[in-house]
């Protein structure tokens, strides 16, 4: 009679990191900001980049200390889920 539904909590802006590193796309959408240069320093918690998908803006994160080795996309790219946007070393 009853239903049950069961959610899990994902934290909105958040990226995923399937090879340490390596930052990924977590949906399919469009890159609108880069806030971080290649050889730059970043910090655990600095946002790296804005993309927009499904009509939100996405913050992208680093998720450790490191330094910004390699940027795949630029402002106005379209990225599919999954996509490498970043590479960072520690």
């Known amino acids: 009679m009853g239903h049950t539904l069961q959610f899990e909590l994902i934290e909105p802006g958040a ?19 880069v806030h971080v240069s290649q050889g730059q320093s970043v910090k655990s918690g600095d946002v790296l980049m804005v993309m927009e998908a499904m009509k939100m803006e ?9 330094v910004v080795e390699e940027i795949h996309f630029v402002t106005g790219d379209q990225v599919p889920q999954g996509a490498e946007l970043l590479t960072i070393s520690e």
């Not at 990226?15 to 900001?33: F, V």
Request: net charge negative.
């Open 58 to 66: 996405h913050k992208i994160v680093a998720g450790n200390d490191g």
């Open 15 to 33: 990226s995923s990191s399937d090879d340490e590193g390596s930052l990924t796309a977590p949906m399919p959408g469009k890159i609108l900001e």
